[in-house]
C-alpha cells in the first residue's frame, strides 16, 4: 500500500523553534530517509519552497490570470512529502512518528493512502 506521509509547515510555530531545535529537525529528515531507504519503503520525497514564492494560476472565462503567493491566507501550508510504500497502515503510522516535524509541538504529519499513482509513461 502506499502512503503519502505529508508535512504541515507553521511559521510560528518554527520561528518559536530554537536554532538547536531547527537544526535538530532538519538533520532528522537525513535519518528518516537513511532508514526507509534502507527497509525499501521509500518512493520519493519532495520538500516545497516558501509560500511567498507560489503563484496561483486562476482561468476564468478562458482567460488564465497569475497571482503571486499562496491560494489561502492560512496558519499551515504545505512544506513537503514523502511516499512511501509499506505493508499497512499501522506501518505508515509508524513511519509518519519517525519524521521529525511529527515530535514538533504544534505540528504533525498527515497520514493519507494514495489511491492512485500515475507517471509520465501512463
Same mark, same amino acid.
Given at each position: 500500500?502506499?502512503?503519502?506521509?505529508?508535512?504541515?509547515?507553521?511559521?510560528?510555530?518554527?520561528?518559536?523553534?530554537?536554532?538547536?531545535?531547527?537544526?535538530?529537525?532538519?538533520?532528522?529528515?537525513?535519518?528518516?530517509?537513511?532508514?526507509?531507504?534502507?527497509?525499501?519503503?521509500?518512493?520519493?520525497?519532495?520538500?516545497?519552497?516558501?509560500?511567498?514564492?507560489?503563484?496561483? *494560476?486562476? @482561468? !476564468?472565462?478562458? &482567460?488564465? +490570470?497569475? =497571482?503571486?503567493?499562496?491560494?489561502?491566507?492560512?496558519?499551515?501550508?504545505?512544506?513537503?512529502?514523502?511516499?512511501?510504500?509499506?505493508?499497512?497502515?499501522?506501518?505508515?503510522?509508524?513511519?509518519?512518528?519517525?519524521?521529525?516535524?511529527?515530535?514538533?509541538?504544534?505540528?504533525? *504529519?498527515? @497520514? !493519507?493512502?494514495? &489511491?492512485? +499513482?500515475? =507517471?509520465?509513461?501512463?
Amino acid at each position: 500500500m502506499k502512503f503519502l506521509l505529508i508535512m504541515h509547515g507553521n511559521p510560528l510555530v518554527w520561528d518559536a523553534l530554537t536554532a538547536e531545535e531547527r537544526d535538530e529537525v532538519m538533520s532528522g529528515h537525513g535519518a528518516f530517509m537513511e532508514t526507509v531507504k534502507k527497509s525499501g519503503e521509500m518512493i520519493g520525497t519532495v520538500a516545497l519552497a516558501d509560500p511567498a514564492q507560489s503563484s496561483v *494560476v486562476r @482561468v !476564468r472565462s478562458g &482567460v488564465a +490570470a497569475v =497571482t503571486d503567493g499562496p491560494y489561502l491566507e492560512a496558519k499551515e501550508y504545505l512544506g513537503g512529502y514523502y511516499l512511501v510504500e509499506c505493508d499497512s497502515r499501522e506501518r505508515a503510522l509508524e513511519l509518519a512518528a519517525l519524521i521529525p516535524d511529527a515530535g514538533v509541538e504544534g505540528l504533525g *504529519v498527515e @497520514v !493519507r493512502p494514495v &489511491v492512485y +499513482a500515475g =507517471t509520465a509513461d501512463d
